[in-house]
């Protein structure tokens, strides 16, 4: 990807509305012991470059090649539903945001079964959220008025429409798949749960779990 595409394909992706979602990725990091990191799905490589500029020694994973050149660093081309957990042993967290989605339901408890067999004490994964929520955000001073406002309802009452083989195949909060659907999911795989929050602009769930 060239320098001008590039930057649009960045500015596309990494929007005001979302920022704040990878912010989010970092702080959680950061109540955890943790230095040496397995990032799951970087996409543009945003959160990589935060992890490795405040330290972590970061390891990305996808299935296919890297989308971005800097930084540099080792990067594993594996397709998680074949995921092997001895490929990925030796790390203090797994960090998995925004990607679980794109694989069949059933083969989700495979991949997060394979996450703690791999031996990481801590795992943090984020997956859309379309439960019943309110957003409001404002803003005000004498030159400029600006709010935000969003309100999600009524999506526990219709099922999800999957799409295409890459795009979501399934979403937190539709009819059939509430938030307790998830949560047994995770807990089965022999994860615990130690915290639970919401990012507001991207509307995702985020667990920060610890191996059982």
Sequence with gaps: MAGPERARAWRAYYTEKRIGHQWMQLDLLGGLPATRVLEVGPHLGLVTAMLANAGYDVVTLDRGPRRFERPAGPHLEIDLTRLDPAAIRGFDAILCCETLEHLAWADVPGVLRAFRAAGAPHLIVSVPY??????????????????????????????????????????????????????????AAGWRIARRTFSAGCRSVFHVLEAR
């Design 130 to 187: 379309e439960g019943l929520q309110f957003h409001l955000s404002l803003y005000v001073n004498p030159w400029r008025f600006r709010q935000r406002v969003a309100f999600r309802k009524g999506r526990s009452l219709r099922r999800f429409e999957a799409g295409p083989p890459g795009a979501h195949q399934w979403e937190v909060g539709w009819r059939g798949m509430p938030l307790r659907t998830w949560e047994r999911a995770l807990q």
